[in-house]
């Protein structure tokens, strides 16, 4: 059976310093300071650390929800690969080979749990929960 994971990830100002959830078994991975780069980026690190999370829990057959068409539109071919975002997008497909099935699919913003968790958590009513680094959660290997 497929394990859903919701990713999201964002900044403010934009650019400005990124910050990133991932939501799967009911709990968030908070990633609130990503370095510095802008939505798209934020984004993409976003999903590379939902399939690290993905992989460390085991999974082999998961669905990424998100509500970044821009991310989700270059993953299913819809748009041309932003050169930007290129390295991204081959980490994005060199993670693959520990899956047997991964899927993405768009939600919108009021269905993105991840993107919920951040509003709440920069609202500063996110229960508290431990924040990714001190989980472990490898947001993507080449981040500054």
Not at 113 to 137: F, S, T, V
């Amino acid at each position: 059976m497929a394990r859903k994971l919701w990713f999201d990830g964002g900044c403010r100002p934009n650019p400005g310093r990124m910050e990133m959830a991932v939501v799967a078994h009911g709990q968030t991975w908070f990633a609130p300071d990503c370095g510095k780069g802008d939505s798209n980026r934020a984004e993409w690190l976003a999903l590379l650390g939902a399939l690290d999370l993905a992989r460390r829990l085991g999974e082999t057959d998961v669905i990424l929800c998100s509500d970044s068409a821009f991310v989700i539109d270059q993953i299913r071919g819809r748009t041309a690969a932003h050169p930007a975002s290129a390295d991204y997008l081959a980490a994005y497909r060199n993670g693959l080979v520990s899956f047997s099935r991964v899927r993405v699919r768009h939600v919108g913003r009021a269905q993105n749990l991840a993107g919920i968790a951040l509003d709440y958590l920069r609202a500063g009513l996110a229960p508290p929960q431990p924040l990714a680094e001190q989980q472990d959660l490898r947001v993507f290997p080449h981040m500054a």
